[in-house]
Structure formats: structure tokens, C-alpha cells
T-cell receptor, first 116, second 114 residues
């Protein structure tokens, strides 16, 4: 069964360092997303990506964050200068239809980021 | 502001028993409502997706209901199993022009015991 894969599963970094989280969405999907979940809290939307551009982003997704689909398969989230409060589980998701439709959203297993 | 509230926050039940989880939302304009199961440290997995016109939807031992008038949904789990132990998250989608996003609830942490 096709699945969304994420790497790394866990990354530990020093505050101020750049981090790139990678995702390989399901191949025929058109919509891509990044979410984050701080330990013990709810899942929060970061950004949606469609047709090679950001379609929507939340207030969390500030200038320190960027997304890219460099080669038509990978979908990356970059955090330029990490802060302690960026420590969270980051989930990539993909779907064939936008979430306003009933297209199922498939999540990856997550990348746990720990900022020291 | 769009919000999704879930209750109870946590629940412990014996294996084989049934349980019902609740979700209230204030998302507008409403597009659809989803229930996800999230095992600890894993990504959420979709259980059901319901639109405005659907009142009930089942997926095996999981049955979701939706009352769009009162903006409430429930997830009923029948004959619970140990593997049902997880967080169950209610997620509501708002349709806002050409873009939309999902609003997640905080989840109900279910523990099924022997």
C-alpha cells in the first residue's frame, strides 16, 4: 500500500542551526502539507502546497520556515534558524484532492525534532 | 475563530466494551469532518470522512455520526480491543474560497485494558 515516508525519524539540533525535514508523498497525490504537533498538544497546520507553490500557510509558518519540492518527488520543510520552541513532531501529509473536498489525507510517521 | 472541542480528554475502558467519543465544532463554513486514530508517536490514520449531508458513517467497529445543525459529531467504538488504545482526533475542514485547512481537536486518549 502506498505511503508517505519521512526522514529523518528523529533529529537533534542546536538552537540556531538549520534543519531540513524530508518527505516523499504518495506518487499520484497533488496536495502536500506540513503539520506539527508539540508534545501533548494538538496537531497544528503549517502550510499547504499545490501546483508547485504555497496555497496556504498559518501564522506559525513565518520567515524562518520554507518548503520546496525540488525534484518532483521530495517535499521538504526547512527551518533556517531553529528555536527551542520548534521542538515538535513534524508530519508531512498528501492527498489527491484538497481538504475542502473529501479526499483522504495520508500522513507520514513524522519527524521528531529536538532543539537543544 | 474555528475551534474543535473533544470530550472526554481521556477514557479507560475494559476490552470488549463499547465507548462513545464526542466532538463539538465551530468551524464555518463547514466542508467536512474527519475522525483520525493516532497511535503514540505515529502519524494520524483516517477512520471516516463525513460531509454535510451524511449523518452516519461506519468503518468496521467504528461508527461516526454528524449533526450539522448542532455542530456535533460522535465516534462510537464497538467491542473494543487492546489495539484500539490510541488518541482519537476529530478534524473539521472549512472551505474558505480556493484554500482550506483542517482544524484539529486536542483528541481523546483511549486506553483499553484487560
Amino acid at each position: 500500500e502506498p505511503e508517505v515516508t519521512q526522514t529523518p525519524s528523529h533529529q537533534v539540533t542546536q538552537m540556531g542551526q538549520e534543519v531540513i525535514l524530508r518527505c516523499v508523498p504518495i506518487s499520484n497525490h497533488l496536495y502536500f502539507y506540513w503539520y506539527r504537533q508539540i508534545l501533548g498538544q494538538k496537531v497544528e497546520f503549517l502550510v499547504s502546497f499545490y501546483n508547485n507553490e504555497i496555497s496556504e500557510k498559518s501564522e506559525i509558518f513565518d520567515d524562518q520556515f520554507s518548503v520546496e519540492r525540488p525534484d518532483g518527488s521530495n517535499f521538504t520543510l526547512k527551518i533556517r534558524s531553529t528555536k527551542l520552541e520548534d521542538s515538535a513532531m513534524y508530519f508531512c501529509a498528501s492527498s489527491t484532492l484538497g481538504p475542502a473536498n473529501t479526499g483522504e489525507l495520508f500522513f507520514g510517521e513524522g519527524s521528531r525534532l529536538t532543539v537543544l | 475563530k474555528n475551534q474543535v472541542e473533544q470530550s472526554p480528554q481521556s477514557l479507560i475502558i475494559l476490552e470488549g466494551k463499547n465507548c462513545t467519543l464526542q466532538c463539538n465544532y465551530t468551524v464555518s463554513p463547514f466542508s467536512n469532518l474527519r475522525w483520525y486514530k493516532q497511535d503514540t508517536g505515529r502519524g494520524p490514520v483516517s477512520l471516516t470522512i463525513m460531509t454535510f449531508s451524511e449523518n452516519t458513517k461506519s468503518n468496521g467497529r467504528y461508527t461516526a455520526t454528524l449533526d450539522a445543525d448542532t455542530k456535533q459529531s460522535s465516534l462510537h467504538i464497538t467491542a473494543s480491543q487492546l489495539s484500539d488504545s490510541a488518541s482519537y482526533i476529530c478534524v473539521v475542514s472549512a472551505k474558505t474560497g480556493t484554500a482550506s485547512k483542517l482544524t484539529f481537536g486536542t483528541g481523546t486518549r483511549l486506553q483499553v485494558t484487560l
